[in-house]
């Protein structure tokens, strides 16, 4: 294992220990970062237990630098350390210190982007030019929102520690709401190529981790379970030579991860066990049945997502639900489905409307909804996507 | 322990609370303050009279200036507010969401520590 791979997998891990010893986060992200340092110069190949020589290391470090400053905050961690000291000498990565630092990265009180940009940050370790490429926005801009959240983190006293059993409906959804939106960014980005797997890969291993903390959480289990289903079909998304998008009925199956489909459905089964449902284990739900067999049992998914319309009653869950209405009862009924759903800007809805009214045959009216959702589409794979359907529409009248 | 202020804002305009609605807010109010102080996180509490009420003072040059109205011509004024102590946000948001249910809109905002010294 390279440095580069320690790195990936155990910067947040001590970050977040190193931030509950330290009670400061920016003095355990330069602990962390100077003890990566010291490695890259002392190791000739890796220690057995890479975190727990870093979180050592790291722990030293800030001893002797707050010993050289006297700020308030260095007097404060200070203070902290002598509390821990007995500790054993040798300290690993603890588990809890990792679901804490994700629990304070996601506080409802930090802006939303906030939320995303410091857990990549903090518990991905990515630097700020990688977060500010992944979301196309400035890098300036992305290490202002860091600044920002980290500084109201220290001034508002945002604690660091597992929210109660009690406050867990209103704490765990926006920690859930970040790794899923760290995936789908990475799976269908805004721009640039269509799939980003280091942002799939970070937000898979984040959710492998909650999941492992909070084996009793159905939603998290859910969530793991969706993100490995979709991430398993995700070979055979893009044609291999021409790099278009192939739509699920197209795709090649051999091609999907057989491992990661097995553990995905071993996960929903655990969450139907448990019978407490909620939007990410229906989704998890839908993800299976189009993953199970060689094609799929359109009646099943269509109940899912009559289940998950009422739980989570949304345009976009109207529009997915509608894509099911289509192959159950067919393009009509479907179109009906989606009359006076609403979602202002997104291509999908043109997008899956002149498809339906293609199905019907009104030619006329599906080339303008192609036209409507190519221009609404800001990624250049769907973009060519929809224009190639609306000119085969074209052709395909012309030969027949 | 930090401290916080807990302030309530009123938007000029916002339909005028029926009597019952009133008495209904002052008995919410006092059962906060009570509970705050029981738990010993009541430092202040205030309710402010209408902003055409209030008087702007400057020192500019040593030359004191009054003039008349709120510092700022806004839609929204402060029209009371609580000073607590408590351990961290989640304990001050959860003191919030009582004032929020029985006055509107609440803004949590944070001491600097020196101030606090």
Same mark, same amino acid.
């Given at each position: ?20 010893? #330290? ?107 990688? =977060?500010? +490429? ?17 500084? !109201?983190?220290?001034?508002?006293? =945002? /604690?660091?520690?597992? &929210? ?7 704490? #765990? ?9 760290? *995936? ?33 959480? /159905? ?36 091609? %999907? ?11 929903? +089964? ?5 019978? +407490? ?5 229906? @989704? ?46 067919? /393009? ?15 291509? +999908?809805? &043109? ?8 199905? #019907? ?25 929809? @224009? ?13 | 322990? !930090?401290?916080?202020? #807990? ?15 009133? @008495? ?12 705050? @102080?029981?738990?010993?996180? %009541? ?7 209408? /902003? ?28 009371? *507010?609580?000073? =607590? !102590? ?32």
């Amino acid at each position: 294992m390279d440095l580069a791979n320690i790195y990936r997998a155990e910067y947040g891990r001590c970050v977040a220990t190193l931030a509950r010893l #330290l009670g400061d986060i920016n003095l355990a992200e330069e602990a962390v970062q100077d003890a990566f340092t010291t490695a890259l110069q002392k190791w000739q190949t890796p220690p057995p237990n890479p975190g727990a020589w870093i979180v050592t290391t790291a722990r030293n470090r800030a001893v002797d630098r707050l010993r050289r400053e006297s700020t308030r905050e260095a007097r404060h961690a200070q203070a902290l350390l002598l509390h821990h000291q007995d500790e054993p000498q040798e300290v690993g990565p603890v588990r809890d210190d990792q679901l804490r630092l994700i629990f304070t990265c996601c506080h409802p009180a930090l802006a939303p982007e906030a939320r995303t940009a410091l857990t990549l940050r903090l518990l991905g370790g990515l630097e700020v030019p990688e =977060i500010a +490429r992944a979301y196309l926005v400035q890098e300036a801009t992305v290490a202002q929102r860091i600044v920002r959240a980290k500084k !109201k983190i220290r001034d508002a006293a =945002i /604690p660091y520690r597992v &929210p109660a059993g009690h406050e867990l409906p209103d704490r #765990l959804p926006p920690v859930l709401t970040v790794l899923y939106l760290m *995936f789908n960014e990475g799976y269908a980005s805004t721009a640039g190529p269509l799939i980003r797997t280091d942002l799939c890969a970070e937000a898979i291993r984040l959710a492998r981790e909650l999941a492992a903390l909070m084996p009793d959480e /159905p939603e998290v289990l859910g969530l793991l379970a969706l993100l490995l289903l979709t991430e398993a079909r995700r070979p055979a998304r893009l044609d291999p030579t021409t790099g278009e998008l192939v739509l699920l009925a197209d795709q090649d199956r051999s091609l %999907w991860n057989r491992a990661l489909v097995a553990e995905g459905h071993d996960l929903v +089964r655990r969450c139907l066990r448990r019978n +407490r449902p909620g939007p990410y284990q229906i @989704q998890a739900a839908i993800s299976a049945v189009h993953t199970d067999g060689a094609a799929t049992d359109w009646p099943q998914v269509l109940a899912l997502y009559d289940q998950l319309l009422a739980l989570a009653p949304t345009p976009v869950v109207a529009l997915n639900r509608a894509v099911a209405v289509a192959e159950v009862h067919g /393009p009509a009924v479907a179109l009906a489905a989606l009359e006076g759903v609403d979602l202002p800007g997104y291509h +999908r809805l &043109p997008a899956t409307r002149a498809e339906l009214l293609a199905r #019907l045959g009104r030619d006329d009216e599906a080339r303008a909804a192609y036209d409507q959702a190519a221009a609404l589409a800001t990624n250049e794979t769907e973009r060519a996507y929809l @224009q190639n359907r609306r000119t085969e529409l074209t052709r395909d009248r012309r030969a027949s | 322990m !930090k401290q916080y202020l #807990l302030s309530v804002h009123y938007v000029e305009g916002a339909p005028t609370p029926s009597d019952e609605e009133t @008495q209904t807010m002052f008995r919410e109010t006092g059962r906060i303050n009570d509970d705050m @102080q029981a738990a010993g996180a %009541w430092v202040f509490a205030g309710g402010l009279t209408s /902003p055409d009420s209030a008087t702007v003072v400057r020192a500019d040059n040593g030359t004191i200036t009054m003039s008349d109205g709120p510092f700022a011509e806004t839609k929204e004024h402060i029209a009371g *507010f609580w000073v =607590i !102590k408590c351990a961290d946000l989640d304990a001050a948001l959860a003191w919030a969401e009582r004032c929020a249910a029985a006055c509107g809109p609440v803004e949590v905002r944070p001491f600097d520590d020196l101030s606090q010294a």
